[in-house]
């Protein structure tokens, strides 16, 4: 069984910073990529960011400065700081986990609303 469990969501003012985390419980196998998608209203749902369990990460242009993806392996949390926030940056954000045991599968926390407004 395998949980996400997400927060650190919630309102800021435009220029401001919140700190999402993601604390996965239940069967992680050492091949996995944890990442952060989003869905805004009346769009799709998009890649914000990802990291791997080797280290790598990598970005969507609108975040690339502003946001960084980071991990703790030893508590199989990822966490996403997010700096220099704008009002498009206001969507539902969901942590996501990819774990290979043979075959891809799929992982999905509850969401977080983040809400960028003055």
């Known amino acids: 069984q395998v949980q996400l469990v997400e927060s650190g969501g919630g309102l800021v003012q435009p220029g401001g910073s919140l700190r999402l985390s993601c604390a996965a419980s239940g069967s992680i196998f050492s091949i996995n990529v944890m990442g952060w998608y989003r869905q805004a209203q009346g769009k799709q749902r998009e890649l914000v960011a990802r990291a791997t369990s080797g280290g790598s990460t990598n970005y969507a242009d609108s975040v690339k400065g502003r946001f960084t993806i980071s991990r703790d392996n030893a508590k199989n949390t990822v966490y996403l700081q997010m700096n220099s926030l704008k009002p498009e940056d206001t969507a539902v954000y969901y942590c996501?986990?990819?774990?290979?045991?043979?075959?891809?599968?799929?992982?999905w926390g509850q969401g977080t609303q983040v809400t960028v407004s003055s």
């Open positions: 996501n986990l990819k774990l290979y045991n043979g075959r891809w599968q799929d992982y």
